[in-house]
C-alpha cells in the first residue's frame, strides 16, 4: 500500500480552489458547459463570492442548503459558492421521485433550495417543485442574478483579489456536501462527506493516477452523485485540469461530437452510457480520448473491445466506489489495466475483509482512511460516524496480493439456491456473455423446494434458458447460477446515476409472478 500524506487534505475546500489558482494560474481557464463560456480561477472565484453574498443574505451560517441543478459551470458555482460562505451544499437528486426528494430535505433540515426556471422547464421537473414548496424554500438563481448590483460586482473584484481575506472560515474537518445514496436498494440515506474526506479523495486519485494539467475532463455524470461530483468536477478544478461539465449523459447522439469538439482527455461513464456512446459515434470523434473512467457498474468485455474496435486502443479504466468514501476506493491504471478487476486501493485505504459463509476466496469488504465519510445523517439532524472508521460496503470481493480488487458480489446480491450461495452478479454476468448487446439484471425469490430461486429479467426478446445453461456447461459455470425463469421488458429500469434500479425491477418481477399464478 501506498502511503498517503493526509496533512495534504488539510484544507478548506475554498482554500483549496485557492491555492490550486495561485499553483496553476489565475487566468487558466479551469470550468465550461455547453454554454461555451469558460471560467477562468479568477472568474470561478469572483461569480463564487458574487452569488454567494447574495446566497447569504437569506441562509445562515452553517445551514444546510439544497442544490438542485444538472453538471454545469452554474452548478459548481454554486457549490463553492456556498463555501465560501459556510454554508454546506446539501445535493439533490432530481431523478429520485417525489417521496424520496422530500425525505431527502426533511432528513437534512433542509429549508431552502436552489434551482432555476431553465432547468425546471427543460427537465419538466415542475411537479417536484410544487412537492418541494410544501417544506423549503424554492429559490431561482436567475432571480437571484437580477438583484446583483455594481456593489455587489466591486465587492467580488475585491474578494477574488483578496479571497482568503473575504472568504468565511471553516474547518476541513466541518461538512464538505450531504449527499444521498441512490436507494437502489431502498430509502436514500444522507452521507455527510467533510471538507477534508473530498479533498483527500483527490488527491487520492492524483497520487494513483498521474494527471496532466492540459487535460480536459469531459464529465456528464450528475453532481448530485459523487462519482460526477468528486470525480468529474473537483479532481480536475483543484488539480489544475479543466472541467468540461454536460447536464445529461443520456444525450448518446449529442455527447459524442461534443467530446471531440472539447478535446477532452478523460470522459467519465459508466458502461452503459459508453457502450450507447460508442456505438453512436462517428468514426474519430472519441479517439482524442486519453482514456475513460467508469464506475457505477461492471464493464463488459463487449464493450471494451467494441471502443478498441471503434477508436483504437483507449483504456476503459474501471472502477469502484462508493458515495460513503467520497467515492473512490480503487481504480485501474492506464498503464497497468486489468480486466475484470476494478482497479488497485487507492493509497492510504486500508481495507480489511470479513468471511461470509458459504463463499469462499473472498470476504466482505471494509475500509477505513481520510476519504471515509464522517457519518450518516439521523433523524433530527444528528451525524452517526462509521464504527472505528471502518464503512462496510456491503460488497464481497477478492484482494490480491498487490492489492487489486475483483467484485464477487453484494451480500445482498447472493441467493441461497439448493444449500448453496450463488452470486446473482455471476448470474447476470452469463447473461451477457450470451446476449451481450442486451441489459439484464437477476433477482431472487423464495422457493418452497430450493429456499430461493434466480430469475432473469432481459430486454433480450428471445430469452430462453437454453443458451444460458449451454454457455454454463461450456465455461464450468454451477448450474445453479443459471436463471430457469425468464421475464422479458422492453429496458431495465435504471437510476439516473446509470445503476441498475433493483427496487423498480422487483417490483417489475412481483407484478409478473402475481400474473403468472
Known sequence: ???????????????????????????????????RNPLSYTDLIRA?????????????????????LPSSSAGMVTFFALHAFGRTPAMLNFTAGIRNLKAACELAGVRTVLTSHRFVEQGKLHDLIDALETLTKVVYLEEVRQTVGLADKLYAAAAAALPQQFRIATKPSDPGVILFTSG???APRGVVLSQSNLIANCRQVAQHIALDPDWVFFNPLPIFHCFGLTGGALLPILTG?????????????????????????????????????????????????????????KVREETHNLITEKFGPIPLL??????????????????????????????????????VEGIPGGGKLLVRGPNIMTGYLAPGGAIEPPPGGWHDTGDVVSISDDDWIKILGRVK???????????????????????????????????????????????????EPGP?????????????????????????PVLGTGKTDYVALQRIVDAEMRRAA
Open 318 to 355: 474501471e472502477g469502484y466506489g462508493a458515495t460513503e468514501a467520497s467515492p473512490v476506493i480503487a481504480v485501474n491504471k492506464p498503464g497497468d489495466n486489468r480486466r475484470g478487476t476494478v482497479g488497485a486501493l487507492l493509497p492510504g485505504i486500508e481495507a480489511r475483509l470479513e468471511p
Open 48 to 68: 463564487a463570492f458574487a452569488l454567494g453574498r447574495k446566497i447569504a443574505g437569506f441562509t445562515r451560517k452553517g445551514e444546510r442548503v439544497a442544490v438542485m
Open 241 to 297: 485540469l479543466k472541467a468540461f461539465q454536460y447536464p445529461s449523459p443520456l444525450h448518446v447522439k449529442q455527447i459524442p461530437p461534443l467530446v471531440k469538439d472539447t478535446k477532452a482527455s478523460v470522459l467519465f461513464a459508466t458502461d452503459t452510457f459508453i457502450n450507447q456512446y460508442a456505438r453512436s459515434a462517428e468514426p474519430g470523434e472519441l479517439s482524442g480520448l486519453t482514456f475513460v473512467v467508469c464506475g457505477a457498474e
Open 413 to 463: 446480491r447472493f441467493a441461497k439456491v439448493g444449500g448453496e450461495m450463488v452470486s446473482l452478479t455471476a448470474a447476470e454476468d452469463l447473461a451477457a456473455a450470451v446476449w451481450p448487446d442486451c441489459r439484464h439484471a437477476v433477482v431472487a425469490l423464495p422457493d418452497p423446494k430450493k429456499g430461493e430461486r434466480l430469475v432473469l429479467v432481459t430486454d433480450r426478446r428471445d430469452a
Open 1 to 35: 500500500m501506498q502511503p498517503f500524506d493526509s496533512a495534504s487534505a488539510q484544507s478548506s475546500i475554498f482554500d483549496a480552489l485557492v491555492a490550486a489558482s495561485r499553483k496553476y494560474g489565475a487566468k487558466k481557464p479551469i470550468l465550461e458547459d455547453q454554454e
Open 184 to 186: 437502489s436498494f431502498g
Open 468 to 492: 444460458l445453461l449451454a454457455h454454463a456447461q461450456q465455461v464450468g459455470a454451477p448450474e445453479l447460477a443459471v436463471p430457469r425463469k425468464i421475464i422479458r421488458v422492453p429496458e431495465i
